[in-house]
């Protein structure tokens, strides 16, 4: 089965500052990579699909990144409303299962 | 506007069984793959099982393979998870979402929280 390993755990940020979420998946999975914001005692919510495609509605400073087994997320300018975890899900080209990342969990510093 | 609200979670005793429900409208339920995705508390997302427009294709995380069975009637816009054989492991909330045209989860329930517990 392939993993998925997001890095790092946890991170603070200053409001303003550029971050970076990283997936790592232990086999190739072309961009089949999506992306999830949970806030805390909130429904997950999809940020990102095909690894770079926007969700609609989405606030355009959340970016994604990455083809093969290296994915980021990239939230160009952190603001106070994005304190929440996020988790990679990666999927396959034919319906099986999906497999989710452990997490990152983003504060305001 | 789509809803997805699930029904049936509560306390069961370990080997018990419960039947959840997921209600869906603001969309066309038939037309669409659904799964069901747990978060046990304080811990991550973990995906739990898929199930195919029609019924004909389901698939299962091996943890509840052979204990539970997702179920569907696009008659009534539901989906069902009856979970049978239940662990302590299995304390979860649990949610329904709707995949879109790749395996990505569009949208989710609130969630009902199942406790397996003596």
């Known amino acids: 089965d392939i993993q998925m390993t997001q890095s790092p755990s946890s991170l603070s940020a200053s409001v303003g500052d550029r971050v970076t979420i990283t997936c790592r998946a232990s086999?190739?999975?072309?961009?089949?990579l999506a992306w999830y914001q949970q806030k805390p005692g909130k429904v997950p919510k999809l940020l990102i699909y095909?690894?770079?495609t926007l969700q609609s509605g989405v606030p355009s400073r959340f970016s994604g990144s990455g083809s093969g087994t290296d994915f980021t997320l990239t939230i160009s300018s952190l603001q106070p409303e994005d304190v929440a975890t996020y988790y990679c899900?990666?999927?396959?080209?034919?319906?099986?299962?999906?497999?989710f990342g452990g997490g990152t969990k983003v504060e305001i510093k | 506007e789509v809803q997805l609200v699930e029904s049936g979670g509560g306390l069961v005793q370990p080997g018990g069984s419960l039947r959840l429900s997921c209600a869906a409208s603001?969309?066309?339920?038939?037309?669409?793959?659904m799964s069901w995705v747990r978060q046990a508390p304080g811990k991550g997302l973990e995906w739990v099982a898929n199930?195919?427009?029609?019924?004909?294709?389901?698939y299962y995380v091996d943890s509840v393979k052979g204990r539970f069975t997702i179920s569907r009637d696009n008659a009534k816009n539901s989906l069902y998870l009856q979970m049978n054989s239940l662990r302590a492991e299995d304390t979860a909330v649990y949610y329904c979402?709707?995949?879109?045209?790749?395996?990505?989860?569009?949208?989710w329930g609130q969630g009902t929280l199942v406790t397996v517990s003596s």
């Open positions: 603001g969309f066309t339920f038939s037309s669409y793959w």
């Open positions: 095909a690894a770079s």
């Open positions: 199930i195919k427009q029609d019924g004909s294709e389901k």
């Open positions: 899900q990666k999927y396959n080209s034919a319906p099986q299962g999906l497999t």
């Open positions: 979402a709707s995949l879109g045209s790749g395996q990505w989860l569009v949208y």
């Open positions: 086999q190739g999975i072309s961009n089949y």
